[in-house]
C-alpha cells in the first residue's frame, strides 16, 4: 500500500465545516489536566472548529482494576471520534500494567509519530535560533512491541521486530511529508554497523525508497554521531525518520535544544485515527503543587 502524507478522504460540504469536529479529550495524569486545559483555551482563543468529548484514561482507570488503563466506554468513544487529544498518562511501575500510549498507538494503527522540533526563538531562551528539525518515528515495531521474556533467574530478554513493510510505511511517510513541506533533505539513523539484520532492513529499506524521490537528498547515519551532531547543530537537519527507540530519544534531544522539552508535541498518524500530545511525561513528582491545589482531585 503507498502511503502519503494527504487525506485520501474526499472534501466535506461547506456545511459540514461549519459544524465543530468533536474531538475525544484525554486530560491525563500528573500535570496533564493542566496543560492540557492550556491547550484547550489556545485552541478556543485560534478559533479551531473542534469540540471536545471527555473520556478517562490512565490512572484512574487503573485505580478500577483496568489494567490496560483504557475502559469500554473510552474505547467506544475513540472509535466513535476518531481523533484525540491526549495529556500525559502516568504508567504504574511493576507488572501486571500496559502502557496507555504503545496501547492506543498499536490497537488504532498509529504508525507514524511526527514530532515538529522547532525554536521559539527570540520568546523562548536557545542556542540554536535557526533550528526546525521534523522527526518521523516509526511508532508500533522495535523494541516498543513489549515482547520480553526471562531466559534464567539471572538473565532476561527484549526482543527487537522490524519488520520490512513497517519500515517501508514510515520510511515512505517521511518522504510523503518532506515533500509536502517543502523540505529538502531526510536523513535516516539507525545502528545497522552492530545490529546488521533488523537495523540493516531498515537502511535498505531507506536506500531503497529514496530512490523514488530524486528531488530530496537522503543521507543515513549511525545513531550514535547523527545524536551527537543532532544536539550539537541541529541546523543541519531537515527530516530524520528512524525506528521506534531511536525516534523516542533523539525527538527529546531535539524538543529540549529547541529550548524545553515541555514545549514539544507529536502527532500519532494512522490511515483511521489520530493522536495528539505532549512528547513530555506526566511529572507526577512534580505534582501536585501548592500553587495548583484544586488540580490535585482532577
Not at 511508532?139 to 538473565?155: F, L, M, P, S, W
Not at 532476561?156 to 529538502?184: D, H, M, N, V, W
Not at 498518524?269 to 506526566?282: C, K, Q, R, T, W
Request: glycine share 8%; charged share 20%.
Amino acid at each position: 500500500m503507498h502511503i502519503t502524507a494527504q487525506a485520501t478522504q474526499s472534501r466535506p460540504s461547506s456545511a459540514a465545516m461549519s459544524e465543530p469536529v468533536p474531538v475525544a479529550l484525554a486530560a491525563g495524569d500528573g500535570i496533564g489536566p493542566e496543560i492540557s486545559a492550556a491547550v484547550c483555551r489556545i485552541l478556543e482563543a485560534a478559533g479551531a472548529r473542534v469540540s471536545f468529548v471527555p473520556i478517562t484514561i490512565g490512572q484512574a482507570s487503573y485505580r478500577e482494576g483496568v489494567s490496560s488503563g483504557i475502559p469500554a466506554e473510552a474505547w467506544a468513544a475513540l472509535r466513535e471520534h476518531r481523533v484525540v487529544l491526549k495529556g500525559p498518562i502516568t504508567t504504574p511501575q511493576g507488572g501486571g500494567y500496559k502502557s496507555v500510549n504503545v496501547t492506543l498507538r498499536k490497537s488504532l494503527g498509529l504508525f507514524a509519530n511526527i514530532r515538529p522540533c522547532r525554536s521559539w526563538h527570540p520568546w523562548v531562551a536557545t542556542r540554536h535560533p535557526d533550528m526546525g528539525v521534523l522527526i518521523v518515528r516509526e511508532n508500533e515495531e522495535d523494541t516498543y512491541a513489549g515482547i520480553e521474556h526471562r531466559q534464567t533467574a539471572e538473565v532476561t530478554q527484549c526482543l527487537k521486530l522490524i519488520s520490512q513493510p513497517g519500515s517501508e510505511r514510515i520510511i515512505r511517510y517521511a518522504f510523503e511529508l518532506a515533500r509536502a513541506q517543502g523540505r529538502r533533505k531526510v536523513h535516516c539513523f539507525s545502528k545497522d554497523n552492530i545490529m546488521k539484520l533488523t537495523d540493516g532492513l531498515f537502511h535498505q529499506t531507506f536506500d531503497r525508497i529514496a530512490a523514488d524521490y530524486p528531488d530530496i537528498e537522503s543521507a543515513h547515519l549511525i545513531i550514535d554521531i547523527g545524536t551527537a551532531l543532532l544536539a550539537d547543530r541541529p541546523e543541519m537537519f531537515d527530516v530524520i525518520v528512524a525506528p521506534n527507540l531511536y525516534g523516542d530519544i533523539i525527538s527529546d534531544v531535539a524538543a529540549q535544544i529547541t529550548g524545553s522539552v515541555g514545549l514539544g508535541g507529536s502527532a500519532n498518524i494512522g490511515l483511521d485515527f489520530a493522536m495528539f500530545e505532549a512528547v513530555h511525561g506526566s511529572a507526577p513528582a512534580r505534582f501536585p503543587r501548592p500553587s495548583s491545589p484544586g488540580l490535585a482531585t482532577r
